[in-house]
């Protein structure tokens, strides 16, 4: 049995015309008509019947197929776009064109969603934002109140309030300036100077430039064995260090007293090389970790704060990998410690 949807217009035409032919050929025998005007009326009425019923499809009922169209693309129509309208279209079955309308429904109700995330993104960003601006003027802004109130002539603390205001807007610097560096990365204005470098001679660069830092808590930093062995990647050295000083010092910050911080270098798979940063400090529960590389994104917004930093670390590093063409991700479990891992391309030294 025909199915009307699944039939071209011309296909449809046809079956329309030959039944209205065959009718018209029993009613000329009926009357008594000869073979040779049965046939006569048999194709003419088909013929007629065929170019009528196709001229009416096409251009009252496809007529509105075309509106759809241009509905769905909302442009002015390109030459090519005419000739497609005119000679393409209405050759589509009409479950073709439910298909390209359910396709194009689809498609805008995921630009809707993404539309409504990135406006949620958007909401919490400029909040955080907000939040880390306001803290360190506010602060400033007390400080330099009091002193201007009376306490710039008491010595006690003049320079107390002085020192705590420098701080603030050092951080307030800071904040800026990872900002800055954030938006050149997401708008690629930074170039990638890649070049071959052993990344564990880095490695050991950037634990000298934090040892200070690590001895005030008695942190102990390594490589791990099995891992001294050099391996040369290609990439951008001084970016590569910014993301090893970030997270090297995230470990410092969140480790334990007493505690180490382990880095550790793969060949993974002839291409890249496997980079970790691993510490036994305080870790982070599983429901953090999808979120850790968002911009103001604290896992204990109270206790950050108080260490230190914009909340902008951690996204840098990501597009500085991402920026490479590599990934970076994370493993933490709270009071057992994290680990941080990144790909980069190897050299050519370890290609061969």
Known sequence: MLKAKNLSPQKLAAFTAFILSVVMALGCLFIGATLKQTLLALGLTFIVAYFLYLYTLQNFIYRKIKLIYKFIYQTKASKREEFFNKNIL?????????????????????????????????????????????TPIFAVQGYIHTLLDGALEDPNVNKDFLKKATKNID????????????????????????????????????????????????????????????????????????????????????????????????????????????????????????????????????????????????????????????????????EVGSTFGFTLELGRENLL
């Open 171 to 334: 951080r307030l610097c800071r904040l800026i300036d990872d900002l800055d560096e954030i938006s050149k990365l997401e708008s690629g204005e930074m170039t990638i100077n890649k070049e071959q470098f052993v990344i564990q001679d880095l490695i050991r660069d950037v634990f000298d430039t934090l040892s200070i830092k690590a001895r005030q808590k008695d942190i102990k930093f390594g490589i791990k064995k099995g891992c001294e062995a050099p391996v040369q990647v290609y990439a951008d050295k001084e970016k590569i260090r910014q993301v090893l000083i970030n997270l090297i010092e995230n470990s410092v910050k969140y480790g334990k007293t007493e505690g180490q911080t382990i880095a550790s270098v793969y060949n993974m798979d002839g291409n890249r090389a496997l980079v970790e940063i691993s510490d036994n400090g305080i870790g982070m529960a599983e429901e953090h970790l999808p979120r850790v590389f968002e911009r103001f994104y604290r896992t204990d917004r109270a206790r950050s704060r108080d260490i230190g930093g914009t909340g902008l670390g951690l996204a840098i590093v990501k597009h500085i990998v991402e920026a490479h063409d590599q990934t970076i991700n994370v493993r933490s479990k709270v």
């Open 90 to 134: 209405p050759l589509k079955t009409i479950e073709e064109v439910s298909e390209d309308v359910e396709k194009w429904a689809s498609q805008k109700k995921e630009e809707l969603e993404n539309l409504r995330r990135n406006e949620a993104f958007r909401k919490e960003f400029l909040l955080n934002l907000s939040h880390e601006l306001k």
